[in-house]
């Protein structure tokens, strides 16, 4: 598969084209389009100087885009994918909002059927991830640059800004109007079909709020036999596949750095935008309950209940990335 790194794909782009796209697909207003198309050049010339500058990571990882949500690598190749995500202009706007469409933007390692956000990752090892070149045919090469720059720039239009504004996020933290609901896998199912009305029976579902989920699957069989999607009332999920230990076994797999990055950026990106979050695991007490406690320091929710016998392990990894971003941001980096 041919691909080319992120920043040598920025430098590839019509500036112009770009600086376009970038008002669409950021703000969709087309009525001040003229009016905000300076101030918008601006600001993607200062983000193309600090690229410039920013040496990449070498890295095998691939970025994936593309119209339907994407729960894993091979789905994403799959010809069910294809068909759903199929547009026969990427370029179309959002009637509702005058919008550039949204892209599905993820990660994915060489050797792991897992995806990732990279909303919160660090820029050098964005630039340096691999880009198929099929993509930039399928999508075209400015909007799939620009969805990226989307995720890139959620937490600010700098590097610098992205640390600073993840690091104010975490400090500044009044504790949400919304749940934690931390169940097993059978409970996940069971609050997801209430929020679907029964055909035949009822018109309106029994749940209406909004949530977002965090499902941990086992790398056994592939998971549990199920995937959650995005929904009315669900607006995103996050699938990943790890097991319940807390050190290495053979045959069996820890929650690997690019996991708790995930996690940790799922919750900031969230905090307080939906009802609920829902977190399940196979039993809803280990690794679902670690994420839980974490989600509820972060968000400092006081009055959590939760068991004692969580999995330190994943909860300890978690607590590292909120400190490592911290202290990043606090040595200026």
Same mark, same amino acid.
């Given at each position: +598969?041919?691909?080319?790194?992120?920043?040598?794909?920025?430098?590839?782009?019509?500036?112009?084209?770009?600086?376009?796209?970038?008002?669409?697909?950021?703000?969709?207003?087309?009525?001040? $389009?003229?009016?905000?198309?300076?101030?918008?050049?601006?600001?993607?010339?200062?983000? +193309?100087?600090?690229?410039?500058?920013?040496?990449?990571?070498?890295?095998?990882?691939?970025?994936?885009?593309?119209?339907?949500?994407?729960?894993?690598?091979?789905?994403?190749?799959?010809?069910?994918?294809?068909?759903?995500?199929?547009?026969?202009?990427?370029?179309?706007?959002?009637?509702?909002?005058?919008?550039? %469409? &949204?892209?599905?933007?993820?990660?994915?390692?060489?050797?792991?059927?897992?995806?990732?956000?990279?909303?919160?990752?660090?820029?050098?090892?964005?630039?340096?991830?691999?880009?198929?070149?099929?993509?930039?045919?399928?999508?075209?090469?400015?909007?799939?640059?620009?969805?990226?720059?989307?995720?890139?720039?959620?937490?600010?239009?700098?590097?610098?800004?992205? %640390?600073?504004?993840?690091?104010?996020?975490?400090?500044?933290?009044?504790?949400?109007?919304?749940?934690?609901?931390?169940?097993?896998?059978?409970?996940?199912?069971?609050?997801?079909?209430? &929020?679907?009305?029964?055909?035949?029976?009822?018109?309106?579902?029994?749940?209406?709020?909004?949530?977002?989920?965090?499902?941990?699957?086992?790398?056994?069989?592939?998971?549990?036999?199920?995937?959650?999607?995005?929904?009315?009332?669900?607006?995103?999920?996050?699938?990943?596949? $790890?097991?319940?230990?807390?050190?290495?076994?053979?045959?069996?797999?820890? +929650?690997?750095?690019?996991?708790?990055?995930?996690?940790?950026?799922?919750?900031?990106?969230?905090?307080?935008?939906?009802?609920?979050?829902?977190? &399940?695991?196979?039993?809803?007490?280990?690794?679902?309950?670690?994420?839980?406690?974490?989600?509820?320091?972060?968000?400092?929710?006081?009055?959590?209940? &939760?068991?004692?016998?969580?999995?330190?392990?994943?909860?300890?990894?978690?607590?590292?990335?909120?400190?490592?971003?911290?202290? +990043?941001?606090?040595?200026?980096?």
């Amino acid at each position: +598969m041919d691909c080319k790194n992120v920043k040598e794909l920025f430098f590839e782009c019509d500036l112009d084209k770009l600086n376009d796209m970038m008002i669409l697909y950021f703000v969709g207003e087309k009525d001040i $389009f003229e009016e905000r198309r300076l101030e918008y050049r601006d600001k993607l010339c200062e983000i +193309m100087a600090d690229i410039k500058k920013i040496e990449p990571v070498k890295s095998d990882n691939i970025l994936l885009a593309g119209d339907g949500y994407i729960s894993s690598k091979s789905y994403f190749f799959s010809d069910e994918y294809l068909k759903e995500s199929s547009r026969e202009d990427y370029d179309d706007e959002d009637e509702c909002e005058g919008r550039l %469409h &949204h892209l599905d933007v993820v990660m994915a390692e060489p050797d792991n059927d897992e995806v990732y956000s990279i909303m919160g990752c660090e820029w050098k090892d964005i630039l340096g991830y691999q880009v198929p070149e099929f993509l930039i045919e399928r999508i075209g090469l400015e909007y799939l640059m620009i969805s990226i720059l989307w995720e890139m720039t959620w937490f600010g239009l700098t590097a610098e800004e992205v %640390h600073e504004s993840i690091s104010e996020t975490i400090e500044s933290i009044n504790p949400p109007n919304m749940s934690i609901l931390v169940t097993s896998a059978s409970g996940a199912l069971d609050y997801v079909m209430k &929020h679907l009305p029964d055909p035949g029976f009822t018109e309106y579902p029994e749940k209406t709020d909004t949530y977002v989920a965090i499902s941990i699957q086992d790398t056994c069989d592939g998971g549990f036999g199920f995937e959650l999607k995005k929904s009315k009332y669900c607006k995103d999920v996050l699938t990943l596949y $790890f097991d319940d230990i807390e050190e290495p076994v053979e045959g069996l797999c820890l +929650m690997t750095q690019e996991q708790a990055d995930a996690i940790f950026g799922f919750i900031i990106k969230y905090c307080g935008k939906v009802d609920t979050l829902l977190i &399940h695991c196979f039993a809803g007490l280990s690794r679902s309950m670690a994420v839980g406690v974490f989600a509820s320091d972060v968000l400092r929710i006081k009055n959590y209940e &939760h068991n004692v016998h969580y999995n330190k392990y994943v909860y300890e990894m978690l607590h590292g990335v909120r400190e490592k971003l911290l202290k +990043m941001s606090n040595m200026g980096c």
